[in-house]
């Protein structure tokens, strides 16, 4: 005899169908720090469309810090930040050889945040407070440079939007099946995140720390800055990381993890070095 399912077993039927339905991606070669991790994404996201609106956002971005004349103030900030970029961009094509030909961009605004990003496609942002206010060398902007690079070039904004739709999709379902309201799917979506969402955001830190201090490495530019950054980012928050970081691995562990891979990669660094030109 056929039993009737029930709908907590349907919602638990289809939200499994929607994860199932993810794809298993390899972004980039795993280089000397080995980063080799296989990602899953979901067809629910389009990656050329989330490009797409990254560098909507980006224009967007840069279109108010213009507006508030925040943009590239300071010419010898600009230069100095876009000289790192064009040392470390030839060096992605270690890690994922057609990253070299994306439409790289690189711009400065003016903040008082320790703050940088990379976009999707290669769209830099460095921010003044990590330039002066941090009163950082060139090695340790090259540290934040690789760092930021290494997100676009593993596309972990992919991923993240793939696990968040996923996610909502599966939420969702669960939520009409059982007839949840608008307070509890809010609620059930916060679980998931903080029991899903938080571990990954990590993992993608420590990739983008081990892949950037090679990039930078290969530039010529010291890996041991690495700590020394993490070290004076710390001291200028009084002990704790900025909250864009209030997420990431602890800051002890973050220091002694790039102190392992700094040392990996100081073969690369003192070649470069010795050359006088970055390593490929």
């Given at each position: 005899?056929?039993?009737?399912?029930?709908?907590?077993?349907?919602?638990?039927?289809?939200?499994?169908?929607?994860?199932?339905?993810?794809?298993?991606?390899?972004?980039?070669?795993?280089?000397?720090?080995?980063?080799?991790?296989?990602?899953?994404?979901?067809?629910?996201?389009?990656?050329?469309?989330?490009?797409?609106?990254?560098?909507?956002?980006?224009?967007?971005?840069?279109?108010?810090?213009?507006?508030?004349?925040?943009?590239?103030?300071?010419?010898?900030?600009?230069?100095?930040?876009?000289?790192?970029?064009?040392?470390?961009?030839?060096?992605?094509?270690?890690?994922?050889?057609?990253?070299?030909?994306?439409?790289?961009?690189?711009?400065?605004?003016?903040?008082?945040?320790?703050?940088?990003?990379?976009?999707?496609?290669?769209?830099?942002?460095?921010?003044?407070?990590?330039?002066?206010?941090?009163?950082?060398?060139?090695?340790?902007?090259?540290?934040?440079?690789?760092?930021?690079?290494?997100?676009?070039?593993?596309?972990?904004?992919?991923?993240?939007?793939?696990?968040?739709?996923?996610?909502?999709?599966?939420?969702?379902?669960?939520?009409?099946?059982?007839?949840?309201?608008?307070?509890?799917?809010?609620?059930?979506?916060?679980?998931?995140?903080?029991?899903?969402?938080?571990?990954?955001?990590?993992?993608?830190e420590t990739e983008a720390d081990r892949i950037g201090i090679e990039l930078a490495a290969r530039a010529g530019y010291d890996p041991r800055a690495a700590v020394t950054?993490?070290?004076?980012?710390?001291?200028?928050?009084?002990?704790?990381?900025?909250?864009?970081?209030?997420?990431?691995?602890?800051?002890?562990?973050?220091?002694?993890?790039?102190?392992?891979?700094?040392?990996?990669?100081?073969?690369?660094?003192?070649?470069?070095?010795?050359?006088?030109?970055?390593?490929?």
């Open positions: 005899m056929r039993k009737n399912l029930g709908p907590w077993t349907w919602a638990v039927t289809l939200a499994c169908a929607a994860v199932v339905g993810c794809q298993t991606v390899q972004t980039t070669q795993p280089g000397v720090v080995g980063v080799s991790r296989e990602q899953r994404v979901s067809p629910l996201i389009n990656r050329a469309e989330l490009n797409q609106q990254a560098g909507l956002q980006y224009r967007q971005v840069l279109g108010e810090a213009q507006k508030k004349q925040t943009l590239n103030r300071d010419g010898e900030d600009v230069a100095r930040v876009r000289r790192i970029a064009d040392r470390i961009i030839p060096q992605t094509a270690v890690f994922r050889p057609e990253a070299v030909n994306w439409k790289w961009e690189v711009n400065v605004i003016s903040s008082k945040e320790l703050n940088a990003w990379c976009m999707p496609g290669g769209k830099i942002a460095f921010y003044t407070g990590l330039i002066d206010g941090l009163k950082a060398t060139d090695d340790e902007l090259a540290q934040v440079m690789g760092h930021e690079i290494a997100h676009a070039l593993r596309e972990h904004a992919w991923e993240r939007a793939s696990k968040s739709a996923t996610a909502g999709l599966g939420l969702s379902i669960i939520g009409i099946a059982l007839g949840a309201d608008q307070g509890q799917m809010d609620l059930a979506g916060l679980v998931y995140n903080v029991t899903f969402e938080l571990p990954n955001s990590r993992e993608h950054l993490w070290q004076k980012m710390a001291k200028a928050n009084d002990g704790a990381p900025p909250k864009w970081l209030s997420t990431h691995p602890a800051h002890e562990d973050r220091q002694s993890d790039l102190k392992v891979y700094g040392d990996k990669v100081m073969p690369l660094y003192e070649q470069a070095k010795r050359s006088g030109r970055a390593v490929l």
